[in-house]
């Protein structure tokens, strides 16, 4: 059965049409500039070349038009009509407390996602904008909806409640939530495969590390504690995103710059990061290239990066008392080779050796301890589509 993957923005949409029986992607897209006067809608079908057209996206609707047009094309499409697709998996951002796992869209399902869109302003009301223009446009189809928080909500209390008065969690339900869950979930699963122990039977540390980055401890098959919190904007360093700090720092800057705190908010989430210490970019590859130039920010600024990341994988060794294997994935963690080393050199207490050789590759699943390391270590790619299409699956 084809699924249809859909991870929706404000202004985009991103596509993926997946094979569930062989887990192939048979072509994916991406529809930008959604409710601008000049929209553009990128189709790329399984070894063809990427196809780019300006087209008029007034509003989202127009946008899955756009996609069902791209799939079914005549000369460039991949399927002949949208009987050939079985059902859409929608990556929704925050499920509250409400969703501990997917789940198929109905009208009770969209109220309680609504119901978390002051817990995620920017993106919640993007997804149910998608949901409800996908069953519009494909009446029929099932809907299934896959939360980036649902995995984290195994944690405990001691982990998820902030120490502030209560009566904030009991009122909006501020607590931490984490993300990336469908991502340290597929992660995981696939780390305890590949060191051949039961899933509920192993200690894991994944480190999804991307422009947004999240740390989270996985215990024999239940996330335990993750390092991002009510938002993504805490725990490590980011790309643009400044990960923990002291909140005070946000009334002072307000106060001395005049700003409003949403404005220090915006700036902590948009221009912070590896992008302000380095002052260059958020893209480690352009970080890579100053540090060979000698550029001292640049060097700080991927030491800092490393440094938060070492922080969390030592506390969450300790949370779990113990940890059995360490996997890097998403964009740095499976193609930044020094910030690797830099990481691993700092866990030979844990019992961590690194494979250099190994360590010396991109964007594939591969061992990078040495045999005798007491801790696994291992680069696994993350595919959240594929994890996407794999829930919807099973739930229709
Ligand atoms: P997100 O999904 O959070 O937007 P990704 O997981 O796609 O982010 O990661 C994007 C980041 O990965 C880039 O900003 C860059 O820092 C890093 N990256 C991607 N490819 C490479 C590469 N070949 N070498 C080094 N870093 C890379």
Known sequence: MNILVINCGSSSLKFQLIDSESEKCLGKGLCERIGEAKGVVNFTPDGGDKISLEKPLPDHKSAFDAVIAQLTDENTGIIKDMKEVGAVGHRVIHGGEYFSESVVIDDDVIKKIEACNSLAPLHNPANIIGIKA???VMPGIKNVAVFDTAFHQTMDKKAYLYAIPNEYYEKYKIRRYGFHGTSHSFVSKRAAELVNKPYDKVKTIVCHIG???????????KSVDTSMGLTPLAG????TR????????????AREENLTTADVIDILNKKSGVTALSGISADFRDISGAIENGDERAKVAMEAYAHAIVRYVGAYAAVM?????IAFTAGVGENQIMLREMVMSH???????????????????????????????FVIPTNEELAIARETLELI
């Open 134 to 136: 996908s069953m519009e």
């Open 211 to 221: 422009n947004g980055a999240s740390i989270c401890a996985v215990e024999n098959g």
């Open 236 to 239: 490590v360093v980011m790309g």
């Open 242 to 253: 400044s990960g923990d700090i002291d909140p005070s720092i946000v009334d002072v800057i």
């Open 321 to 325: 008392n113990g940890v059995d294997v």
């Open 347 to 377: 866990l030979e207490y844990l019992g961590v050796k690194i494979n250099k050789e190994a360590n010396n590759t991109r964007s594939k699943e591969i061992m990078i301890s040495s045999e005798d390391s007491k801790v696994k270590v």
